[in-house]
């Protein structure tokens, strides 16, 4: 049973750091690309951050400079780094583990963590 679990949510004051943690299990976490994603009420769901199985990142626009995304594969566990936080950044945070295959591709979802964030 393939199994995502976030962690580190909760409410911060603006300018203040989370670390967001995505746990892994049932799954080769190794081969796994990671992203995270985020949604805030009313809006549809935004990519925010990916690390490739390479270890290869990218962040979304709105958050460079403030995130940062990275795993442990010894931990089967993604990770995102969030400083500077701001009121806009005010979601529920999930990771996604990728896997291509041919014709499609591997993907599980996590359940999701708040971030709150107060001016």
């Known amino acids: 049973q393939v199994q995502l679990v976030e962690s580190g949510g909760g409410l911060v004051q603006a300018g203040g750091s989370l670390r967001l943690s995505c746990e892994a299990s049932?799954?080769?976490?190794?081969?796994?690309?990671m992203d995270w994603y985020r949604q805030a009420p009313g809006r549809q769901r935004e990519w925010v951050a990916c690390i490739t199985r390479g270890f290869d990142t990218d962040l979304a626009d709105s958050v460079k400079g403030r995130f940062a995304i990275s795993r442990d594969n010894d931990k089967n566990t993604a990770y995102l780094r969030m400083n500077s936080l701001k009121p806009e950044d005010t979601a529920v945070y999930y990771c996604?583990?990728?896997?291509?295959?041919?014709?499609?591709?591997?993907?599980?979802w996590g359940q999701g963590t708040q971030v709150s964030v107060s001016s």
């Open positions: 996604k583990a990728l896997h291509p295959i041919p014709g499609g591709a591997l993907d599980y």
């Open positions: 049932g799954i080769t976490f190794k081969i796994y690309g």
